[in-house]
């Protein structure tokens, strides 16, 4: 496999995927930004439309664990005692339930509650990397860099939630580290569509400045070449 380059149709322009060297990395698919009752809901956002693209992201996770190729999932989350969130981000935004709180899922976003849980529908199986990770990014204060180093991984394709929040600044993270970066459109989702529309047209903007967006089926496509 090392050595092949696979041309994946994709905005700006074609996106030249090494499959040796490519993942998906899946951000924060829990049930707390997608359930009534979580944090996403807290804020006062409607949850509905994260999980219409569950259907999506979950296609995504099989092409890539059909083409061998390694899928990473992400969690906002923060420990039981609370020392690994700032105070600036518990009280921001003065939500009805705030992190760490008791929800009717459990503790709002703390590591081990039943509302962080990743969507039993896009669940990790064994041998597959989650990141706890207590920021937006998922490169902050995270074993991710080191775990991606060391597998030789330098292109990640990117799915989840929110588009313009954790999935962009994670984009972001990653362009300055030298990743190139593909976002799938149909498989991220925000609680503001224009939001989405906004953050894939940024992303690809000045020649991919940040990276590149690309269908699903164009991805999967590609992957099934690889
Ligand atoms: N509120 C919002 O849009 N997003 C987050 O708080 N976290 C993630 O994007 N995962």
Redesign the pocket.
Known sequence: MTGITIDITAEPFVFPARPAELALIV??M?RD?AEPGG??AS?G?DVSRITKIVPDVKRLIQGFRDAGLPVIHTM?CHRPDLSDLPPAKRNRGNPSLKIGDLGPMGRVLITGEPGTAILPELAPIAGEIVIEKPG?GAFYATELGDLLKERGITQLVFA???T????Q?TMREANDRGYECLLAEEATE??FPEFKAAAIAMIRAQGAIVGWTAHVDDILEGLAHA
């Open positions: 951000i924060d829990q930004f944090f996403g804020l956002n906002e937006k989840g939630v929110t313009e929040v954790c999935v600044t925000s609680y």
